[in-house]
């Protein structure tokens, strides 16, 4: 993995590892079911081990269930406490890598998730996603107690005294294209 120094204008240097920059762009293996793409073969079928039920990695503090031993080791140090991955510029701490670098976006401003519709930026995949639902009239979050639906979890909880468990209506987000008149 390499690391990138950059220099900022006012001749300060900041390190911060660029893995995204090394990740291939060309992903010719794609899963079947919901059409994300990978650069590589074992990559997809990790991924694709995560759309089954079978889950044969069991946590044995908490009984959550993992598809993977990677999955489930990653998970391992939320019990542990330990966080072996610390942020170059303030020293706070993480439990994961993933965490670290979304983290670190506080840091850089950086957000590398683009909205194909409407151009806006996002640090996260999870606020992109999120985001999109804007631009839909899909509501995927159903009350079961009134029937009304939402675009997001969040505000599902219009009425927690009535409402009931949430009822998921659709996974698939899909973006309609704007048509200026």
Do not use: W
Request: charged letters at 25%.
């Amino acid at each position: 993995k390499s690391e990138e120094l950059s220099e900022e204008s006012d001749g300060t240097q900041n390190l911060f590892q660029t893995r995204r920059q090394n990740k291939s762009l060309v992903k010719p293996f794609s899963c079947k079911i919901c059409l994300r793409g990978f650069s590589a073969a074992c990559s997809l079928k990790l991924h694709e081990r995560g759309h089954s039920e079978h889950k044969e990695f069991n946590c044995t503090i908490c009984g959550k269930s993992f598809h993977n031993k990677y999955s489930f080791s990653y998970h391992q140090r939320s019990h542990s406490g330990e966080k072996p991955f610390v942020c170059d510029v303030c020293g706070k701490r993480f439990f994961h890598a993933a965490s670290l670098k979304q983290h670190e976006r506080i840091h850089t401003g950086e957000k590398p998730y683009k909205c194909d519709q409407c151009g806006k930026t996002f640090k996260t995949r999870m606020h992109l996603k999120t985001h999109q639902l804007v631009h839909t009239d899909t509501r995927p979050f159903v009350c079961s107690s009134c029937g009304k639906g939402f675009k997001t979890k969040h505000n599902l909880r219009h009425r927690p005294a009535l409402s009931g468990p949430v009822r998921l209506v659709s996974l698939n987000i899909r973006v309609r294209k704007r048509v200026n008149v």
